[in-house]
């Protein structure tokens, strides 16, 4: 018994305390324990993959485990005889496979995770991971440990093929090594779809070659105003403040996400939440004024000319946009366009005119679907806010459905493809508690971790056909007072465990998610990520 340390012990007869529930976080489909013995890690065990395809899985396993146990296992391509201690990557024929389904067996001293597809196998190994004690998630090593795992039979799928999470890095700049660490922590629950919201009224993070000036004036605001907008008089802080990516560093973050199996879905707004864009290009605005990258928050009326000459400058942007980013889908924005620009304009009203419209949602509407035929052209999706659904729904749009559940279940009823983002469920920039006075700063609100948890991404109203369009769910970070790395991870976490359940498991269960939350949590002290801890654990 030796090689124990007292914390380890612990540990493990906490993760068996919970019986046949192990700590795993979402909650896999099935899983049956075996009365074999433990897997036992050692520096011996190789890594086995089927495929080239699961290079890739292979490398990830081999880079996380040595930094806990400091075993540099050798990882090789399979061989018809194995040995014990062998960890074993295939890649099966499995019959109408969900994407991301796989098995994990561990026998007989032998780990084996199959799946149809690579997504699939690398969730097997964070269920994997999960599996050993906590320790596992150290980045140095940690001696005297065990590094054993129990034998089961794991059987596992996704209930949702989008499983999202958003970050508005334009409200307030954040790093590439945070954006970085903030996708390792969606693949660590089995998260695939980041959605990286760029470009705003206070801030362009992106470079534009075509347009350097969406950078050099857009990416950097002089003032930002301190608190609410209800707020009066209204008070700033004086400085230069921004940031933003070069596309080298968009490649870089694009591949770090393509080898944990994250989709990222840039955002582009338009044509509202374009202040920035504007004050850097004002000749695709309506006044020709320049009204400088806005300082307060709230909603700026400075929004893109419904113009030719508008659209073009957008979709020269797309193209830059999709060179850099892979992802089928391309999230325009659409939100919270305010008209007032256009309806006082005499020219968008001669537009209108000329373009047989009849008022300015069709107007957006007429907008949108310039943008969406040019992504179609390039073999692309567009995905918008839903007030995409004002004016007329553009072909093949999905909607993401923030304003409550209506935009999805309008989207689901005219067989178009929704996201849920339900802003009751899914907006972690709200309080975590309503105790606010001893709470960071924040927009308001309340979100309880008991409320996230209890999300379903599919509205009552829905037929078990019309559900079919609900492709899955995301959590929203909006940055207005969340400036801090830390303060970011404080608001996602463990609101987004929950959502990791909600979008992945078949069956949810809040008494037992908090059991397994507990060990958790563990794992998120060890990562050094930030989080709050739920009030269910405050005696
Ligand atoms: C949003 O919250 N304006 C999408």
New binding site residues.
């Given amino acids: 018994m030796k090689q124990f340390s007292i914390l380890t012990l612990f540990l493990l007869s906490s993760i068996y305390a919970l019986g046949q529930e192990y700590a795993l976080i979402p909650y896999p489909s099935s899983i049956i324990t075996k009365k074999e013995k433990d897997f036992i890690l050692s520096k011996a065990s190789v890594i086995y993959y089927s495929d080239k395809e699961l290079k890739n899985n292979a490398n990830y396993l081999q880079n996380v485990l040595k930094r806990a146990t400091n075993f540099k296992l050798t990882t090789t391509t399979l061989k018809s005889k194995v040995h014990k201690g062998a960890i074993i990557l295939s890649l099966e024929k499995f019959k109408n496979a969900t994407k991301g389904s796989y098995s994990l067996e561990v026998s007989d001293g032998v780990i084996r995770i199959s799946a149809a597809d690579p997504s699939g196998v690398f969730y097997g190994i964070q269920t994997l991971l999960q599996l050993f004690p906590v320790e596992i998630y150290s980045d140095t090593w940690v001696k005297n440990i065990k590094w054993k795992i129990p034998a089961v039979q794991i059987l596992d799928e996704p209930k949702f093929e989008w499983r999202g999470m958003h970050l508005d890095v334009a409200r307030n700049f954040k790093s590439v090594a945070f954006v970085k660490k903030f996708i390792d922590n969606l693949a660590r629950h089995k998260m695939n779809t980041f959605h990286w919201h760029l470009t705003e009224d206070q801030g362009w993070r992106i470079e534009i070659k075509k347009y350097p000036r969406l950078t050099q004036i857009g990416a950097y605001r002089d003032s930002t105003l301190i608190g609410h907008m209800r707020d009066k008089p209204h008070r700033f802080k004086v400085g230069r403040t921004g940031g933003y990516y070069t596309q080298e560093e968009i490649k870089e973050v694009v591949k770090y996400a393509q080898n944990r199996h994250v989709t990222i879905v840039p955002e582009i707004e338009m044509p509202g939440?374009a202040q920035a864009a504007i004050a850097a290009y004002p000749e695709y605005g309506n006044t020709g004024a320049n009204p400088g990258v806005r300082s307060k928050w709230g909603?700026s009326e400075d929004i893109f000319s419904p113009e030719e000459k508008t659209i073009e400058f957008l979709k020269d942007i797309l193209n830059e946009v999709m060179e850099l980013f892979p992802s089928q889908y391309i999230h325009i924005?659409g939100?919270?366009a305010k008209k007032t620009q256009w309806e006082s304009s005499k020219r968008v009203k001669e537009l209108l005119k000329e373009r047989g419209l009849h008022d300015m949602h069709e107007m957006q509407s007429w907008f949108i679907k310039q943008i969406s035929n040019h992504l179609a052209e390039n073999n692309r999706k567009l995905i918008g806010?839903?007030?995409i659904l004002e004016g007329g729904l553009a072909n093949n749009a999905t909607v993401?459905s923030?304003?409550g559940d209506k935009g999805g279940v309008t989207a689901a009823k005219k067989g178009r493809n929704a996201v849920m983002?339900n802003?009751k469920f899914t907006?972690f920039s709200k309080y975590q508690s309503l105790d606010k006075e001893n709470e960071p700063f924040a927009h308001g609100g309340f979100i309880s971790l008991k409320k996230a948890y209890s999300f379903n991404p599919i509205p009552s109203v829905l037929s078990p056909k019309e559900s079919k369009y609900i492709i899955g769910a995301q959590g929203?970070i909006?940055s207005e007072y969340i400036v801090e790395d830390n303060y970011v991870e404080y608001m996602m976490f463990p609101r987004a465990c929950a959502l990791a359940e909600v979008v992945w498991s078949k069956d949810k269960d809040y008494q037992k998610f908090l059991e397994r939350l507990k060990i958790h949590l563990k794992r998120l002290n060890i990562l050094g990520i930030n989080y709050r801890v739920p009030d269910e654990f405050i005696k």
């Fill in positions: 939440h909603i924005g939100d919270e806010w839903d007030e993401m923030w304003r983002a802003s907006y929203q909006w």
